[in-house]
């Protein structure tokens, strides 16, 4: 549903093990982080979204640098966009260059990606440099239509407001309508297959959408699975699984 993004050290590990239900490693080095990390926000009893930790963007993703191409490729799933910014300028970022540069490489991958919906999470407002580059960050978005929160991942501090105005967007997203190829007409991006009697199972699913589906479960966690499981029904192929003979 929701996405984190930012170059790496911004603290995205540390904001989203402290609102969610997701516990990653967290060492003192960049990409430690694979594969995205996905957590459960929940903000009251029926209010959640899912929220996933994509690993650090850096400058040349969109042409691969890094591993760019599989991270862009998990942002375009998300509805709204976290942008996670180190306000406090430590290891000599500077939060207005790597907005822009992260922004940038949105755009080169993407155009629809680009214009997703952006909230800033302006991070580490615990330092006492953060609060002068917070004001010059505010001056150079000031023509853009972009909610800036001041957050602290180490306090907890405007985190529960980020989310309930990310929940907000979600709940007013409207998804862009896309050209229309004519050779993909018939192409279902949740087509799937079950195949049976296969050489090391009874049943399998196949199809891109499944495929994707259990790359990014983490099944050591209980929410993931539970969210795993509806998707699965929703997509059909519990029915369809039953209708071949599944007991």
Sequence with gaps: DVGLVGYPSVGKSSIISKISSAKPEIAAYHFTTLTPVLGMVRLDAEKSFVLADIPGLI???????GLGHDFLRHIER???????????????????EDYEKINKELALY?????????????NKMDLPESLENLSAFKEHIKDKEVQVFAVSAATGEGLQEAMFAALHMLENFVEEPEDVVVANLEEDPDKFEILTDCEDADFLVVGKAI?????MTNFDNEEAVTRFQVIW????????LKAKGVK
């Design 78 to 96: 998300t509805k709204v966009l976290l942008h996670v910014l180190d306000m406090s300028g430590q290891e000599g970022r500077d939060p207005i």
């Design 110 to 122: 993407s155009q629809k990606l680009a214009q997703r919906q952006q909230i800033v999470l302006a």
């Design 211 to 215: 495929d994707r589906l259990v790359a």
């Design 233 to 240: 029904r929703n997509m059909g192929i519990e029915d369809a």
């Design 59 to 65: 400058e040349g993703a969109s042409q691969g640098v």
